[in-house]
T-cell receptor
Framework: EAQVTQNPRYLITVTGKKLTVTCSQNMNHEYMSWYRQDPGLGLRQIYY???????DKGDVPEGYKVSRKEKRNFPLILESPSPNQTSLYFC?????????????FGPGTRLTVT | RKEVEQDPGPFNVPEGATVAFNCTYSNSASQSFFWYRQDCRKEPKLLMS???SGNEDGRFTAQLNRASQYISLLIRDSKLSDSATYLC?????????FGAGTTVTVRA
């Protein structure tokens, strides 16, 4: 089954404790992206990747890191989480031309930073 | 100004009704337009792409008005299963911009 998986689905953590949210896709898509969704603001792009070892900042990259060492994986790293990073996070992947094709989203990770 | 703006609703409609709503975008260079559906904070899923000439997919019709920079979605013969948040998505400057969504609730 074609899918994007994220782990963990739910995470409660404390300020400053480094964490990683994993994302994996099995569709051999070139492009992957991380978004955060907050009430009233819609999805905002954090980082995206056009292929292995190629990443770029989105609208809200501060406080986040990413890496793309394998085509299928695109982990999101919060080196020192803060309460304003409490949000719903989605990973997405898509093929081909940058934004012409359908984006496939993971099930989301609900992060709470206390 | 937000890149993509939507009326948040909610639109409460009875089964069988027609409901329509718009989305405005600020980047006149945008080339690709989509409507995504999101159920109760689950992952968004593509509902339909929006083409320049307008397009229809069953009970759903999407229109694009480049001159006024808005796209619209019309749902005919609403079903209970149409209850969801509809996200307007527009590309521009090498990224996708998402609206905050319009919530539709269809009641029996």
């Amino acid at each position: 089954e074609a899918q994007v998986t994220q782990n963990p689905r739910y995470l409660i953590t404390v300020t400053g404790k480094k964490l990683t949210v994993t994302c994996s896709q099995n569709m051999n898509h070139e492009y992957m992206s991380w978004y955060r969704q907050d009430p009233g603001l819609g999805l905002r792009q954090i980082y995206y990747s056009m292929n292995v070892e190629v990443t770029d900042k989105g609208d809200v990259p501060e406080g986040y890191k990413v890496s793309r060492k394998e085509k299928r994986n695109f982990p999101l790293i919060l080196e020192s989480p803060s309460p304003n990073q409490t949000s719903l996070y989605f990973c997405a992947s898509w093929r081909g031309d940058l934004f012409t094709y359908e984006q496939y989203f993971g099930p989301g990770t609900r992060l709470t930073v206390t | 100004r937000k890149e993509v703006e939507q009326d948040p609703g909610p639109f409460n409609v009875p089964e069988g009704a027609t409901v329509a709503f718009n989305c405005t975008y600020s980047n006149s260079a945008s080339q690709s337009f989509f409507w995504y559906r999101q159920d109760c904070r689950k992952e968004p899923k593509l509902l339909m792409s929006v083409y320049s000439s307008g397009n229809e997919d069953g009970r759903f019709t999407a229109q694009l008005n480049r001159a006024s920079q808005y796209i619209s979605l019309l749902i005919r013969d609403s079903k209970l299963s149409d209850s969801a948040t509809y996200l307007c998505v527009v590309n521009g400057d090498y990224k996708l911009s998402f609206g905050a969504g319009t919530t539709v609730t269809v009641r029996a």
